[in-house]
């Protein structure tokens, strides 16, 4: 195959993994990610259920998880930067999603719409999570849009809405393997799309001063 058509499994919502033969000259399932990039540009061509963008994916491309109504969570890595148009339309099960600040380009109903009678409608309650000024916002609070936005704090693991020692003990209690941070993207907050010590380290200097903002 090295050619591939959104369409060529149009409606096959079911899908649970997918995987492209190691000899394919154009496509591959790096890391068994369960889904189908382009090879030479790291563009994710479609995803399933199961799928787990690498971090190498620089665009999500239009209808990549069209209809993939059994979606109900999705990580975008900070190495995107484009996700296109109905790139996961008709996801009824996803009803939020967090957009890093590497996003500068979202398409036409990406996400938050299902298709009605007669129009594209909006899925119920739907949010999304980014950082003040982003894309993400823009799409969010778009007149057409109208989407919740909830704005991401970096250092604040615990969700308890502070930046405190207890964000400290939250970080260091996952990489101590006792249990997970209650978001790992506020606990990110260097920005490398891991949790280490470094993140630990920084809120650290937050408090004490040393660093201003994080």
Same mark, same amino acid.
């Given at each position: ?104 380009? *979202? ?55 502070? *930046? ?51």
């Amino acid at each position: 195959m090295t050619t591939f058509f959104y369409t060529a499994f149009y409606n096959c919502s079911g899908i649970e993994s997918i995987t492209v033969d190691e000899d394919n000259p154009v496509y591959d399932s790096r890391g068994g990610c369960n889904a189908v990039i382009e090879t030479a540009t790291s563009i994710l061509i479609m995803g399933c259920k199961n799928t787990v963008i690498p971090d190498t994916v620089i665009k999500i491309t239009d209808y990549a998880f069209d209809g993939c109504t059994g979606l109900t969570d999705i990580r975008i890595p900070r190495s995107v930067r484009i996700i296109d148009n109905f790139a996961f339309y008709r996801c009824t099960s996803l009803t939020s999603i967090t957009v890093p600040e590497s996003v500068t380009s *979202i398409g036409r109903y990406a996400f938050g719409y299902d298709f009605g009678t007669d129009d594209y409608v909006k899925i119920p309650d739907f949010s999304i999570r980014g950082v003040r000024g982003s894309d993400a916002q823009r799409y969010a609070n778009a007149a057409a849009n109208g989407f919740t936005f909830i704005e991401i704090k970096f250092g604040d693991a615990n969700l308890d809405g502070t *930046i405190d020692v207890g964000d400290v003990t939250a970080i260091q209690r996952q990489l101590a393997e006792y249990e997970n941070v209650d978001d790992a993207f506020n606990a990110d907050v260097d920005r490398d799309d891991k949790i280490t010590i470094s993140d630990v380290t920084m809120i650290q200097r937050y408090l004490a001063e040393f660093i201003t903002e994080l």
